[in-house]
């Protein structure tokens, strides 16, 4: 069986690279009482009548942020995460839900793909479906409640991505339309330097790279149309807003507590927060770390028991806890 691992680099000490109905229903999206907050606060300080227009257009934003996930399938919330089964399988789609740290089992998963490969990468749009790259580069589509498989008529290999990381994100806020972006490239070069962000259309399953990426992140995009992404292999490890179209990274979160050289990671943004779900070459099983924006970082869960190559979350996922 082939995992993600890490390789020494020349220049860098390290080149990155089922539903349980006792469960509560995931947390929704409020922004109401902040909006309701900021016009207190505009009131009491007597804004003049163009900025209380404005703000009545950000209360209609905000309540439009609302209701463009009110139609999501509450199996589009939670976050989902594959595992490469060391045992002869293919490997099991697990539900994690970060507010109550636990994972449900979901089901095996059972594709068809040759015989030896196994879940390298995955990612879920707003209509629960998770879309599993597989570690020869083909990508399956998933049901969330149910783990059942089917093919795509996705090409591996277009443009050189053969293996990549990948995240939906919205394509801007208030609006349901998403992208589905990916990085990465050739599979023997994982842990080293080359990897290019690009994104998979879905009305031919086709790529269009656009721009060179440090390292080889796995991302994840949220509901006010940013694109996330977990960097493993930089030092120190990291999280960053990405640039889409350049490749270039914003607002740095440094992680250091994350330790030991990567073997398999996967990411996903929920609640306002980052998840990382990491193993070291030495580690027993998947760890999972949780990263506030303010630069906070946890290890939540030492030993999951899993080997977790694949995270996501659609850009249903809540923004903020209620």
């Known amino acids: 069986m082939r995992w993600k691992f890490a ?12 539903s349980d109905d006792k469960k509560e229903e995931p947390l929704q999206i409020d922004l109401n009482n902040r909006v309701n907050n900021a016009n207190n606060v505009n009131n009491a300080n007597n804004v003049n009548n163009v900025n209380n227009v404005n703000n009545a257009n950000s209360v209609n934003n905000q309540n439009n942020q609302n209701n463009i996930n009110d139609s999501c399938p509450p199996e589009a919330r939670p976050v989902y995460a594959v595992t490469s089964a060391q045992d002869g399988g293919q490997g099991t789609l697990l539900k994690f839900e970060p507010q109550n740290m636990q994972f449900t089992e979901i089901g095996e998963l059972n594709c068809p793909a ?7 990468s995955m990612s879920v749009d707003r209509d629960a479906n998770a879309w ?37 994100v919205l394509d801007r806020p208030n609006f349901e339309d998403e992208t589905l972006y990916i990085a990465g490239g050739p599979y023997s070069a ?28 796995e991302m994840s995009g949220t509901a006010a149309a940013e694109l996330w992404a977990f960097f493993p292999g930089t030092l120190p490890p990291k999280v960053a807003r990405v640039l889409p179209a350049t490749g270039e990274l914003v607002e740095e979160i440094e992680v250091n507590s994350i330790d030991g050289q990567p073997n398999a990671w996967a990411f996903a943004h929920w609640g306002g927060e980052f998840w990382l779900f990491y193993k070291s070459q030495t580690d027993e099983s998947t760890r999972v770390f949780n990263v506030k924006r303010t630069g906070e970082v946890e290890e939540v869960i030492e030993d999951t028991g899993y080997y977790i190559v694949g995270a996501g979350v659609s850009t249903c996922a809540p923004l903020i806890y209620l």
């Open 190 to 217: 994982i842990g080293g330097v080359g990897a290019r962000i690009g994104l998979l259309s879905f009305m031919d399953l086709s790529v269009r790279d656009l721009a060179p990426i440090e390292g080889w992140p």
């Open 114 to 120: 040759a015989m030896g490969e196994t879940p390298f």
């Open 7 to 18: 390789v020494l680099g020349i220049a860098l000490s390290v080149a990155a690279c089922g």
């Open 132 to 168: 599993v790259l597989y570690s020869d580069g083909i990508i399956y589509k998933v049901d969330t409640s149910t783990a059942a498989c089917e093919a795509t008529t996705f090409q591996p290999n277009q443009s050189g991505y053969e293996v990549f990381g990948m995240g939906f």
